[in-house]
């Protein structure tokens, strides 16, 4: 934790001197000592303080300075730190105005000048007052600080960006919070462009791109060599596999993932049927396991996104965002799936203010007691509605399904019905979402009688499938109807030979048309979508670019 300041205001040099030498021989240890000659100097110096999250304990004060006097000084420093201790120096013709001033500014107390010897007439005046303020004084969190709006989808959006990347920060909303409302006010100058985000540095960054806040707070943005053995894009279970058995066999290992490690495993608030975790892991939990594992082993982790490939045999180039591109021999392709959005009318209004996609679980305490919506019937949807039934009053499952058992593991089944305030809906679905300035009514539709009808709600958690992330491939990569990667067997064949494959081999298994491009996860076609079947299909397809390797 960070020494809190006292602060020393006087325009008199030689008494400026004489306090801060006392002031620094008695407390250097436990206090930070920082002198100025004047009290605009003094409070430019306090607000800077309050920006970089610093804490002051103590503010001694000249009464008689040119530009104001010490008692409008420590009047304007309290309106910034109210709960430091003031002091005012004065001379016996003053002792008035310190009187009044205990009356109209709360002082704290005033000293005569001169104060010599400090031991007697300094010291045991300062103690008393400083561990009075120790004691009843909580020190501010000293870190990242998030200042944004509940109702604010950017903000929410760099929420989930900084809990993903297990970057520790502390919300605050301003809408609660007057004193940190006027700081964003007067950083932005336009109360409504948020997030800021604020950094123990004291810099600041408004409204920010992922990218800015990954090189702000020391993610890899710049791949460390132009040339890789094998290149992993997307760092969900699949991508961290090949990652973890790349590195460790000696390849030149490179990870890019745009967002998050984890993918959409990741978001899941507890996966309970994945080998060797009898009681559960979290998808956090397992992608920063994985994570560093693979960092341990030597492979990069680059928080970029990549914007096209191309093939020069045997290289593969890829084109980051930033324009900035990398190489390798081979490249596997891990990006997952993005989640499918939902057709309903006012869902958009509302994205990241009431309705979300996925567990969402940054806002999990922001709707604590209310009732809120599960939209899907699958596993993912399941976690889902036993993570937030933990804080949400009741939680409303929604499925199209005339039952959770038609595509829901049993024994998420087995504990959403002993969870009593989890109600299941089946056979009904979402037309529309309705509100003010908020989330307020869900639109459901019963599909055996083609009832419509309204529920109350302050949240709805979208849980419908999933697209896989193939746009940039489009014209390179062959894939299937709904653009998930073919692969070895999959591929399309005239006269039992791969189209365009220009090998005397077939394609490996996991291989796509283009040699030395591989698949691996749910963004391949006919993919188990499970966690367990993503890590097994990563890790093997490391074993296969080694065999490709050996041809380059």
Request: net charge negative; with cysteine; charged share 25%.
């Amino acid at each position: 934790m960070k020494l809190p300041f006292i602060i020393i205001v006087d325009d008199d040099e030689h008494v400026l001197r004489a306090i801060q030498r006392d002031i620094r021989n008695e407390y250097r240890e436990s206090y930070r000592v920082s002198a100025a000659d004047s009290a605009m100097e003094a409070l430019e110096l306090i607000k800077e303080l309050n920006k970089m999250n610093e804490t002051v304990a103590l503010i001694i004060s000249d009464q008689r300075m040119p530009e104001m006097e010490g008692v409008v000084f420590l009047e304007k420093a309290k309106e910034i730190f109210p709960d430091a201790k003031s002091v005012l120096l004065t001379a016996y013709t003053d002792i008035e105005a310190a009187i009044r001033a205990i009356n109209d500014i709360k002082l704290d107390y005033y000293l005569l000048k001169p104060w010599s010897p400090p031991e007697e007439k300094l010291y045991p005046v300062l103690n008393e007052m400083l561990y009075d303020w120790a004691e009843n004084v909580r020190m501010p969190y000293d870190g990242i600080r998030l200042l944004g709006a509940r109702w604010s989808p950017q903000s929410y959006s760099v929420k989930e960006f900084l809990s993903g990347n297990l970057i520790p920060y502390q919300w605050i909303d301003i809408d609660n919070d007057e004193p940190m409302k006027d700081m964003a006010l007067s950083i932005t100058g336009d109360i409504n462009r948020l997030p800021v985000v604020l950094f123990p540095d004291g810099t600041n960054l408004v409204t920010p791109s992922n990218s800015k806040i990954a090189e702000k707070v020391g993610l890899q943005i710049h791949a460390k060599l132009p040339f890789y053995d094998m290149i992993i894009i997307g760092a969900g279970p699949a991508g961290l596999a090949a990652a973890v058995y790349g590195a460790s066999e000696g390849l030149k290992t490179l990870i890019v993932e745009q967002n998050a490690p984890g993918g959409q495993a990741g978001t899941s608030s507890q996966i309970e049927n994945y080998l060797g975790f009898p009681s559960g892991i979290s998808g956090a939990d397992l992608a920063r396991r994985a994570t560093a594992q693979a960092k341990r082993f030597g492979a990069e982790l680059l928080t970029e996104e990549i914007v096209s490939m191309k093939i020069e045999q045997p290289y593969k180039i890829l084109e980051l965002c930033s324009g900035k591109k990398v190489s390798a021999y081979a490249v596997v392709y891990a990006s997952g799936v993005s989640v499918r959005m939902l057709e309903a009318e006012g869902i958009e209004k509302f994205l990241g203010t009431g309705v979300y996609y996925g567990a969402a679980m940054t806002e999990a305490a922001t709707y604590k007691g209310q009732d809120v919506c599960i939209l899907g019937g699958a596993n993912s949807a399941g976690q889902g509605a036993l993570f937030f039934a933990r804080y949400a009053s009741t939680v409303t499952m929604i499925v199209r399904a005339s039952s959770l058992n038609k595509a829901m593991s049993s024994y998420l089944v087995e504990r959403i019905n002993a969870t009593e305030n989890i109600k299941v809906l089946t056979e009904t679905e979402i037309c529309g979402v309705s509100g003010e300035d908020k989330l307020e009514k869900v639109v459901l539709k019963s599909l055996p009688e083609k009832r419509v009808y309204e529920q109350d709600t302050s949240a709805v958690f979208i849980f419908i499938g999933a697209a896989p992330r193939t746009d940039m491939l489009k014209g390179i990569i062959e894939t299937d109807d709904k653009g998930y990667i073919l692969t070895g067997p999959e591929l399309p064949r005239k006269n039992n030979v791969v189209v365009g494959w220009e090998l005397d081999r077939d394609p490996f298994l996991l291989e796509t048309n283009i040699p030395g491009v591989f698949a691996a996860g749910d963004v391949r076609s006919g993919s188990g979508k499970r966690v367990a079947a993503a890590v097994g299909e990563g890790s093997a397809a490391v074993g296969m670019v080694h065999k490709y390797l050996e041809t380059v």
